[in-house]
């Protein structure tokens, strides 16, 4: 790095943005195969914190490719830098208060890893979107599967490229024969236990 480069220390600091939003900021890392529904459950969840009065940000992982890394392949050093620049981003994100969500099939448990070192501890909250291969193809709302059985598609994930699961995710979400209010429910649940957000008082 260049040595001319200083960090510059803001005097609104994130604790002092905490406790004006009235809750922590953490970054949830969704991480699952295409069609397990990390999408749905991240901006379902971020759509039911700001019900709650909480400050969010939903990294999607399309949305990204279309800016910030779109000039980003898919191969194993592509994916690999695009999974640093998230996590780079998202740790702003959470400096300026933000309970931040990211929406990526971050494949490679050393990328999640090396993107979970630039945290401090207890701020990277791993949400591991369990489902199986076979439910997640029969989904395929994108046709994703179909073309990368096709051959159409090199590197997919789940096909021709290695899906490596969390060894400890903090949170682990079951999407089979499950709603999205219910792994919604598990997930608010889990954050309130967590102090991240105040239990709602019904």
Excluded at 27 to 50: C, P, Q
Excluded at 90 to 107: E, N, Q, R
Excluded at 153 to 168: A, H, L
């Amino acid at each position: 790095m260049e040595k001319n480069i200083v960090w510059h220390e803001a005097t609104v600091t994130r604790a002092r943005r905490e406790k004006m939003n009235k809750h922590r900021a953490k970054l949830l890392w969704f991480t699952g195969l295409s069609g397990s529904g990390k999408s749905t459950l991240a901006h379902a969840l971020e759509e039911e914190l700001h019900q709650r009065g909480c400050r969010t940000y939903v990294f999607d992982g399309d949305n990204v490719r279309h800016g910030l890394c779109r000039d980003l392949g898919f191969g194993v050093e592509d994916r690999t830098e695009n999974i640093r620049r998230i996590g780079e981003m998202a740790k702003l994100f959470v400096d300026a208060g933000v309970i931040s969500l990211t929406a990526f099939i971050s494949p490679i448990r050393e990328d999640r890893e090396r993107a979970r070192g630039l945290f401090p501890h207890g701020d990277f909250i791993e949400v591991y979107v369990s489902c199986p291969l076979d439910v997640c193809e029969s989904r395929d709302v994108k046709g994703l599967y179909k073309k990368a059985r096709a051959g159409e598609i090199p590197n997919f994930t789940g096909i021709s490229s290695p899906y490596e699961p969390p060894n400890k995710p903090e949170i682990t979400i079951e999407t089979q024969n499950r709603s999205v209010e219910a792994c919604i429910n598990e997930m608010v649940d889990a954050l309130e236990q967590r102090g991240v957000i105040p239990t709602k008082v019904v």
